[in-house]
């Protein structure tokens, strides 16, 4: 258990490096390794389970490593209850997604399944650090891998789509970088600079200079979200990418924007956070009805899987911003919610593109008696992201309004009418696909969902079914963290000092010491 968050981090990296060095004609091997290399990842993921406590809202498994001594950057690994299911949803997701894609890429398959694991390794790099620098360099790492799969399986726009999203995301995060340099100079002056955590937790920031660093943090998330108005590189990335890139940037990639704001924007600019919030708040509920609106009139199936998600991501925002216990808890298990439904039904809509070459909503209908068990799981994912009781879209929209309405009323309410557009155009979605008579003579012949695909989804919804029955299994673990996050950001706004780590470290050294000195007296007196 001691290297266990390495072994997570680099395993993929490894197995990465194993593909790469197979010959590309032994197509089946490389399938294998890959999703074997996947699923180990997945079941030493889950091995955090048993070893992280519940009750602790610190960062626990923690791994540490002096990486660049002279501007204190650390190799330093850990989980808190605000990344647990984050990681773990990065490591279910992956092999779902090599498995999704068994039969589908044809063409560089060696290099596909390398550029896949290399996301993976990118991805959990920034979900497991603790250092700044370190989140950086992986928050950066996973934009080429994540480029390349659009840019080379793709569709028919691919290098646009993959030109735009690289410009965007790049923009967002060398303004960012220029960010992290200034919390470096200043960390470092009352000695040796840190770029942990919970060194920079305890900075002091003038208020200028915080309220810019504020601004520059926010736009490289709110692009990577996205929030609106940043939204627009994320239909194009959605359409033109293929089944796999799809899933793995809405089920995981689009996270770090919300997982950022939480773990960086909230603590370390509080000043700032609280002084702006109604404007991010505002920006997601806006993303919230515009989502909505522009997903209700798309003709293609992925295009309005992809503008349901600036939508569904609004909510996660609005809660973030709302700064209560319930809608912190609700965006974070919204983000998991997100990864599963989303990521459901883009898997579903390629394996209806698999077979028809066409996800145009006038190209079906009537189909639900010629695929019967596409339509239950298909059904099943819309009502997840429509937020019925009992599936585990519900559980996050309920927690994000409840906790939100006392910060933001009206906006709360606004954004409630975002569940009824939901509502309408998902179902209109399903009506229009699968019912009715069907006009295509071609739908007729369509074979249902496969065993690989089977396989790829079913998991996915049990994950749905999971949360929406027994979501305090989910929401347990990070009620701590969560806790004292706010708890963090309320006394940094009232100017309260904040301990660094080494500051921690002594305390605990001395009062353990005084707690041995006590015993040591009482075992005096007793003799």
């Given at each position: 258990m001691e290297y266990l968050l390495s072994i997570i981090l680099w395993f993929p990296l490894v197995g990465a490096v194993a593909v790469a060095l197979m010959p590309k004609t032994a197509l089946q091997a490389i399938k294998v390794v890959a999703?074997?290399?996947?699923?180990?990842?997945?079941?030493?993921?889950?091995?955090?389970?048993?070893?992280?406590?519940?009750?602790?809202?610190?960062?626990?498994?923690?791994?540490?490593?002096?990486?660049?001594?002279?501007?204190?950057?650390?190799?330093?690994?850990?989980?808190?209850?605000?990344?647990?299911?984050?990681?773990?949803?990065?490591?279910?997701?992956?092999?779902?997604?090599?498995?999704?894609?068994?039969?589908?890429?044809?063409?560089?398959?060696?290099?596909?399944?390398?550029?896949?694991?290399?996301?993976?390794?990118?991805?959990?790099?920034?979900?497991?650090?603790?250092?700044?620098?370190?989140?950086?360099?992986?928050?950066?790492?996973?934009?080429?891998?994540?480029?390349?799969?659009?840019?080379?399986?793709?569709g028919a726009n691919r290098i646009y789509a993959a030109i735009k999203f690289f410009l965007f995301t790049i923009a967002g995060s060398l303004l960012m970088l220029a960010g992290i340099i200034y919390l470096g100079v200043l960390s470092g002056r009352g000695g040796a600079p840190s770029f942990m955590f919970q060194d920079l937790y305890g900075l002091t920031i003038p208020p200028e200079a915080q309220t810019l660093l504020f601004f520059v943090?926010?736009?490289?998330?709110?692009?990577?979200?996205?929030?609106?108005?940043?939204?627009?590189?994320?239909?194009?990335?959605?359409?033109?990418?293929?089944?796999?890139?799809?899933?793995?940037?809405?089920?995981?990639?689009?996270?770090?924007?919300?997982?950022?704001?939480?773990?960086?924007?909230?603590?370390?600019?509080?000043?700032?956070?609280?002084?702006?919030?109604?404007?991010?708040?505002?920006?997601?509920?806006?993303?919230?009805?515009?989502?909505?609106?522009?997903?209700?009139?798309?003709?293609?199936?992925?295009?309005?899987?992809?503008?349901?998600?600036?939508?569904?991501?609004?909510?996660?925002v609005l809660g973030i911003f709302a700064l209560t216990q319930a809608s912190l808890e609700g965006s974070i298990i919204q983000m998991v919610n997100h990864g599963l439904s989303t990521g459901a039904l883009f898997l579903l809509v390629g394996v209806i593109y698999e077979r028809r070459h066409s996800r145009m909503l006038a190209d079906f209908g009537g189909i639900a008696s010629v695929v019967p068990l596409f339509t239950v799981l298909f059904i099943i994912s819309v009502l997840a992201s429509v937020g019925l009781p009992g599936l585990n879209g519900f559980i996050g929209e309920f927690l994000i309004l409840a906790g939100s309405y006392g910060t933001f009323p009206v906006l709360t309410i606004i954004a409630t009418s975002g569940v009824i557009l939901a509502a309408i155009y998902l179902l209109w979605l399903v009506q229009k696909v699968f019912f009715g008579p069907i006009v295509h003579e071609e739908n007729r012949t369509l074979p249902d969902i496969g065993r690989h695909e089977m396989l790829a989804v079913v998991p996915l919804v049990i994950f749905m079914v999971w949360i929406g029955i027994r979501p305090e299994t989910f929401l347990r673990p990070m009620r701590p963290a969560v806790a004292q996050m706010l708890e963090l950001v309320e006394a940094r706004r009232n100017g309260e000092e904040i301990l660094t780590i080494e500051q921690r470290n002594r305390e605990a050294a001395r009062h353990a010491m005084a707690e041995l000195r006590k015993r040591e007296a009482a075992q005096e007196v007793s003799r």
């Open positions: 999703l074997t290399v996947s699923v180990v990842v997945f079941v030493l993921s889950v091995m955090i389970l048993p070893a992280f406590d519940a009750a602790s809202p610190d960062f626990q498994l923690t791994e540490q490593l002096t990486w660049i001594a002279v501007w204190g950057v650390s190799y330093a690994l850990g989980v808190d209850g605000i990344s647990l299911w984050l990681v773990l949803l990065t490591t279910f997701i992956t092999p779902v997604v090599i498995l999704s894609q068994w039969t589908s890429v044809k063409r560089y398959l060696k290099e596909y399944m390398v550029s896949m694991l290399a996301l993976e390794f990118g991805m959990l790099g920034a979900f497991l650090a603790m250092d700044l620098v370190f989140f950086y360099v992986f928050f950066e790492l996973m934009l080429l891998p994540m480029y390349l799969i659009i840019g080379i399986w793709g943090f926010t736009l490289a998330f709110a692009i990577k979200v996205p929030v609106f108005p940043f939204h627009t590189w994320l239909p194009d990335a959605h359409v033109e990418a293929p089944t796999g890139g799809s899933i793995i940037l809405a089920g995981v990639l689009l996270k770090l924007g919300t997982y950022g704001f939480i773990r960086f924007v909230l603590p370390i600019f509080p000043e700032a956070t609280f002084q702006w919030a109604w404007l991010l708040a505002t920006l997601g509920v806006i993303g919230i009805i515009y989502g909505a609106l522009v997903a209700w009139v798309q003709p293609d199936m992925k295009k309005l899987v992809a503008y349901s998600s600036v939508s569904h991501l609004g909510f996660c």
